[in-house]
């Protein structure tokens, strides 16, 4: 087991193109059944009896644009958070993290097998125009 803080990591190293072992797989969008540009959900107030109460909704205006104007939600229920504030904190973080995900899946040689799961590493692929482009490992 590993206990990652939610903070900045620094890359471990550099993935290269003689590193490949196969073909590059990527996907630049969220598939449209998975896609959402808003987040409602509940967290526990203690001035409430500890009762689940709605947080503030969090959104974006450019990616309710981009998705025709139509504000598509997803419901977020945190049961260990207390705060209406940290809530919609936690929210943004989801919102912007489903929006700006670019998943690589790099079929790598023996040189990789120092990296493990939530390291991040800079890849620099010239055929997709990244010079030390950094992503974090999430399946090895």
């Known amino acids: ?70 504000r598509i939600y997803t419901d977020l229920d945190l049961p260990f958070t207390t705060d209406p504030t940290a809530a919609q904190r936690i929210g943004k973080v989801i919102l912007e993290k489903a929006r700006q995900g670019i998943k690589v899946e790099l079929p790598l040689n023996h040189s990789a097998m120092k990296y493990t799961v939530y390291d991040v590493v800079n890849v620099t692929l010239p055929t997709f125009g990244w010079a030390n482009k950094p992503f974090r490992v999430l399946k090895a």
């Open 1 to 70: 087991f590993r206990v990652h803080a939610g903070a900045y990591d620094a890359p471990s190293g550099t993935v290269t193109a003689d590193m490949l072992a196969g073909p590059v797989r990527t996907t630049f969008r969220t598939e449209r059944k998975e896609l959402f540009n808003a987040v409602k959900g509940t967290y526990v107030d203690p001035t409430r009896s500890w009762q689940p109460t709605d947080f503030p909704f969090v959104t974006n205006a450019l990616y309710e644009a981009q998705d025709g104007g139509e």
